[in-house]
């Protein structure tokens, strides 16, 4: 599986932005979708994850109601609505797929490359 991030940039806080993660490569009816971000000097964070074949999404307590992650099976693609985005929220943003239902990146075996979100205050 590839997967390629887009849609990064700068934005004010309380802006919004949309990510793409394409996917190619397998079937994907399997495999669960994730979000991931890593901010400069923090570990790596879950955001969000949606099921490929049931579209059934959990996200992140400190992200509910403000992110949504969707797909679209005709584009292989997954996206993350981010709204109402705050200056600490200013990470690299990474997908992921994989095979089971976790919040764990240990777990994923496929990444896309990151794309960066800058949020000023």
């Known amino acids: 599986v590839q997967l390629q991030a887009s849609g990064g940039g700068l934005v004010q806080a309380g802006g919004s932005l949309r990510l793409s993660c394409a996917a190619s490569?397998?079937?994907?009816?399997?495999?669960?979708m994730a979000w991931f971000r890593q901010a400069p000097g923090k570990e790596r964070e879950f955001v969000g994850l949606i099921s490929w074949s049931s579209g059934n999404t959990y996200h992140a307590d400190s992200v509910k109601g403000r992110f949504t992650i969707s797909r679209d099976n005709t584009k292989n693609t997954v996206y993350l609505q981010m709204n109402s985005l705050k200056p600490e929220e200013t990470a690299v943003y990474y997908c992921?797929?994989?095979?089971?239902?976790?919040?764990?990146?240990?777990?994923?075996?496929?990444w896309g490359q990151g794309t960066l979100v800058t949020v000023s205050s």
């Open positions: 490569g397998r079937t994907l009816s399997s495999y669960v």
């Open positions: 992921a797929a994989g095979t089971g239902w976790t919040l764990k990146s240990s777990n994923y075996g496929y």
